[in-house]
């Protein structure tokens, strides 16, 4: 039986020692909570560090044993290694980075990376003592991103998956990591990798095709001729856990007491771990700003704000917690009375009952961190309040704010916004408070933590089976002999071979894409087989294919079938195509040139082309968007076709078609081999039109109507000397 094992920082569990004895209790996070229901199960297990440092082998047996009970497996870590590894690159380098924050408080260091990867290392191979072929692998968060790859690297069989829990940044925040291709290539080292919101996935998969030579298909990244899926999946919590916690005795006295000291005032509810990303400064000032510019609420409101402890030895947290120290004091020195103060402030964990009643009893759940991954204190709030009355403001940088759309919305960047939004909810109807509660009480319940687990498992699977259909297609070994077998016994041969990404490499000067001596070689050894009949079929201009290819012994097609040329005869071309239509789309066509520098037009006989190779990825894209929008109905109206191809866009007479031009070149001829093999959108045609029985090849793993797929123009090259050997 295949086995689920779960990879993160830390263990579910804490720690203690006293007199030289541990005790152990499970941690009550979400995260614990939701893949509860699978590292439990059967010889399932969860890896992590146990959070405390070890360093004599008695003890670390008897922890590993201990924990082996609980199915958990502990990686040790040395305190340099939690200084470089965690404090140091996790904590100094990534946390600020993908919180936007990079400016501000990166310190690049040769020492964290190298831990940072000595210490993936570790956690590889821990779990590479235990896993076997067929196992699922699902890794967590940002300290872990080397994970993947270095799992791949050494046991391709086991399933992965990977999921940040914080947000990834935007591209031009990602560069700025010295390291950022090991990292990516880390990521991709799964086979999905998840994140809390959409706008995460498009940012790591710009990161990744602007950094990493590799290529995207909507969210499928190919890898090493590999599928890898980026998906978001909107974390949850355990709703029926918050929802039932309204009846425990525990919670309903934390609510009297907190409803007899507050019978008079109205609770505005903040929690957050001590962090800069949370913008608990600037919900201070809002707050403050409330009170100066609505004095009427003076006495009538509380801010009650929980800062959870974290980190507060290292010198920006410190800085922080000065901060946030001196601001709670100012408010409180400038507005407190006898019977009331504005802001009361803690500094401490609150357990879940406590937590419970706060949510409870807050009139107001502000929430408005300056980035978040997802942020859960905002569900819980929502979970928590079963009369549906409350209202949540919510900041549009956390990625909650996708779901919660009931809430009020703010920007915590604007101090006013925020302010408003406070007179907004403190003057908001029942009837709407319930309106809104209700709409987001359902989300929240029905995407909860195992809804979460359970979307995010299935799709892993959905994944592994896509990659395996495309293996199916691949022509590997078994493939190739039955192929070679039928070739064999084949007395008339027809191969159709196109040019660009199929015999040679796709490259960015058209004019660099020359054949070489090895091609013409390899060509010279199919055409002298009399069996054979090769046809080149390409959209190059017919000039160059004769340039190149008119004494090589082949057929050629050039132009996608404008021009079509039989060994030792002369060129003819499709009768009854026009060009006038030109004078009126080359303009156009200039136009672009001249905004988009690397750019540039290339004529053929009844075809313009408009190239984009040398564009950045982002600006062609749009340039092509602009260009499809500003041309489809004009040439439809001229009977022309809107071709896109790998880095192009083609204008071309309706009439010509690759596949046209194969069945015509086979007409009245009786075959019985026909192959082709081709690389981008124009061969589909070629693929659709041939008969089924047809060997047709894709290169590249991208969908396809062709029959297998090759890799690459080396591994085109494989096959056909593979043939032509025969």
Known sequence: MSKTIIVSNRLPVKIS????????????????????????????????????????????ADITRNLRDMKLLPVFLSQEEISEYYEGFSNEILWPIFHYYASTYVNYKQSNW??????????????????EPGDTIWIHDYQLLLLPGMIRAKNADLTIGFFLHIPFPSYELFRLIPWRAELLEGMLGADLVGFHTYDDVQHFMNAAIRILPINSNSNILTVDDRPVVAEAFPMGIDYNKYSSLTNDDAVLEQIELLKENFSDSRIILSVDRLDYSKGILQRLAAFELLLELYPEYIGKVVLYMVVVPSRDTVPQYKELKDH?????????????????????????SLSIEELSALYQIADIGLVTPMRDGMNLVSKEYVASRTGNNGVLILSEMAGASKELIDALIVNPNNIG??????VQALNMTLAEQETKMAEMRKVVSQFNIFHWVKIYMDKLQEV????????????????????ITRYSAASKRIIFLDYDGTLVNFNSDINKASPDSGLYQLLAKLSADKANEIVLISGRDHNKMEEWFGNSGVHIIAEHGVWQKEIGGNWTSIMGLTDTWKEEIFPILNTYVERTPGSFIEE???????????????????????LVNNLVYLTKDKGLQLLPGNKVIEIKNIEINKGKAALNFMFKKDYDFIMAIGDDHTDEDIFKALPDSAFTFKVGSSLSAARFYLRNSGDVRQFLHHLSSE
Do not use: C
């Open 324 to 348: 946030i120290d001196k601001k709670v004091g100012n408010i409180n020195a400038s507005y407190r009375t006898m019977q009331w103060s504005p802001v009361l402030y803690f500094y401490r």
């Open 417 to 422: 916004d925020i302010t408003r939004a406070i």
């Open 17 to 60: 020692e006293e007199n030289g004895e541990y005790t152990y209790s499970s941690s009550e996070g979400g995260l614990a909570t939701g893949l509860g229901s699978i590292y439990k199960d059967g010889e399932n297990i969860w890896i992590g560090w146990p959070g405390i440092e070890v360093n004599e082998s008695g003890k670390k």
């Open 604 to 626: 053929k006989s009844f075809s313009l082309v408009w190239h984009f190779r040398k564009v950045p990825k982002d600006l062609g894209d749009l340039r092509v968007s602009e």
């Open 464 to 483: 592994k089976e896509l990659q395996r259909s495309l293996q199916s297609r691949h022509v590997d070994q078994s493939i190739a002999k039955t192929i």
């Open 114 to 131: 190298d831990f940072y990867q000595s210490v993936n290392q570790k956690f590889r191979d821990v779990i590479l003592d235990v896993a």
